[in-house]
């Protein structure tokens, strides 16, 4: 186990670490920029929750076009680098879900403000 973790975690670890800050600060953002009192009052905003599992792949992307992050071995090419980071957007998604699973069955049910604990988005279009 130590030798796999080893051999192909370790040199990702940017992939991680990205990950792990986008996970964070999307439920961040999900429960204050983007709450569903805040899709309810602003059009922008409700795009914007609409869209949410798109962010951290939109976010990955631009991380990948910034030159002087570090990546995995192998990752020469901007497209490259654009397409892990890209994943660790897509990887952050799921990785929060995972934790969120681990802590439950472990009796730890956290919410965030203002989590009603359904999950759903606002139906109502603002302005209508």
């Known amino acids: ?3 796999f973790i080893n051999q ?5 670890w940017p992939l991680f670490v990205v990950s792990g800050a986008l996970a964070l600060l999307g439920q961040v953002l999900k429960g204050s920029l983007f709450s569903k009192v805040m899709a309810e009052k ?7 929750r609409k869209t949410l599992p798109v962010h951290p ?3 990955g992307m631009t991380i990948g076009f910034v ?3 570090p990546v995995g071995p192998g990752i020469t090419t901007t497209a490259a680098q654009v397409i892990y980071f890209m994943g660790a ?7 929060f879900s995972f934790l969120k699973q681990i802590a ?4 730890f049910d956290f919410k965030r403000p203002g989590e009603n604990g359904n999950g759903s988005s606002p139906t109502k ?3 209508t």
């Open 104 to 107: 439950k069955k472990r009796g």
């Open 89 to 95: 957007g897509l990887l952050s998604t799921w990785l």
């Open 67 to 69: 030159p002087g992050v």
């Open 8 to 12: 192909y975690v370790i040199p990702h």
């Open 42 to 48: 602003h059009v922008v905003m409700w795009w914007g």
């Open 1 to 3: 186990m130590m030798d």
């Open 57 to 59: 792949v939109f976010i």
């Open 125 to 127: 279009y603002p302005g």
